[in-house]
Nanobody
Framework: QVQLVESGGGLVQPGGSLRLSCEAS????????MGWYRQAPGKQREFIAGFYGGRNTRYAESVQGRFTISRDNYKKTAYLQMNSLKPEDTGLYSC?????????WGNGTLVTVSS
């Protein structure tokens, strides 16, 4: 069984920072196709950041310049560094990994940005 587990969420004030982690476990040897998604309260899940074409990255316009995705292939872990957080960044952050045509999702970690 392959599992994705997110961590690092919590309550943070506007302007603050958080670092999210997504660790893959089980029989998996590559996390090349990893991405982060967010589901805000009352809204559909949306793409936030991800890797493509190897080491290239893509970000949603709303987080460009504030969020940074990275990964450690040995630890099979992807990260999302979130800076200058805004209340509208509040939501459930989930990671997705596509391997052999199958989408794998974690259960998410909750981020709440509020004063």
């Amino acid at each position: 069984q392959v599992q994705l587990v997110e961590s690092g969420g919590g309550l943070v004030q506007p302007g603050g920072s958080l670092r999210l982690s997504c660790e893959a476990s089980g029989r998996i040897f590559s996390i090349d196709n990893m991405g982060w998604y967010r589901q805000a309260p009352g809204k559909q899940r949306e793409f936030i950041a991800g890797f493509y074409g190897g080491r290239n990255t893509r970000y949603a316009e709303s987080v460009q310049g504030r969020f940074t995705i990275s990964r450690d292939n040995y630890k099979k872990t992807a990260y999302l560094q979130m800076n200058s957080l805004k209340p509208e960044d509040t939501g459930l952050y989930s990671c997705k990994l596509v391997v052999y045509g199958v989408e794998l999702w974690g259960n998410g970690t909750l981020v709440t940005v509020s004063s």
